[in-house]
């Protein structure tokens, strides 16, 4: 569909000739030598989709080292180990700070390598497997290390850009924060979507995830 060559910041997607006679007369192809390795191009794709059920989810666009199925388990084996009412996910942008020292009994935090790299499915996956609030930390508002992900991510989540969050998206359950290294305003923000969440009707969880949990 070339939606992650018209998101690369870097010009380092381009579409080619399909190689393996599947679907679509073109493939995505990187340019390594121009890949800034920020993810971006993952968040763009719409395959990336957690909502998979009878097949191991491949994307049309991965990164090597969290491909989409790993970014899914991830997030079933954290949310698996959080105990308490407000169970909040945090998916932390890597450039801006260490977010990992938010993680507790109660919150965790996922590490990407730029917010632009979150599918927005994601989000609502998240709240239908039990989290209560959703939080995404990056660096300041424009100000992103690979140029465009803030603006790329608001314009999915506003859903004027493609792939869009669900308009049936629990939005009051979100909190986006630019928060560069202050730490401090995340903190803020999980403990605000807490307190409202603890007022809110609970949306239960309605999917299964069979894999064995990790150590």
């Known amino acids: 569909c070339a939606r992650c060559a018209a998101d690369c910041p870097f010009g380092a997607v381009v579409m080619i000739a399909r190689t393996d006679h599947r679907h679509h007369p073109q493939q995505a192809s990187v340019i390594n030598d121009l890949c800034a390795a920020c993810g971006i191009c993952v968040g763009a794709c719409p395959s990336s989709t957690p909502f998979r059920h009878l097949e ?118 979100i909190a986006v924060v630019w928060s560069g290294c202050a730490v401090e305003r995340v903190r803020d923000a999980i403990n605000t979507l807490r307190n409202n969440a603890l007022q809110l009707p609970t949306q239960p969880a309605d999917i299964t995830f069979n894999e064995a949990h990790h150590d």
């Open 56 to 173: 191991e989810i491949v994307s049309g666009i991965e990164m090597p080292d969290m491909p989409i199925a790993a970014l899914r388990k991830t997030l079933h084996y954290k949310l698996a180990d959080l105990h308490g009412e407000a169970k909040t996910v945090v998916f932390a942008c890597r450039q801006a700070a260490n977010f990992e020292t938010l993680a507790d009994h109660l919150t965790a935090v996922i590490v990407l390598e730029c917010a632009g790299m979150l599918p927005p499915s994601f989000i609502d996956y998240a709240t239908r497997m039990g989290a209560t609030g959703i939080v995404i930390a990056g660096c300041r508002q424009a100000d992103c290390e690979f140029r465009l992900g803030d603006q790329w991510l608001q314009q999915r989540l506003g859903g004027t850009r493609a792939p869009k969050l669900r308009a049936a998206a629990q939005r009051d359950r």
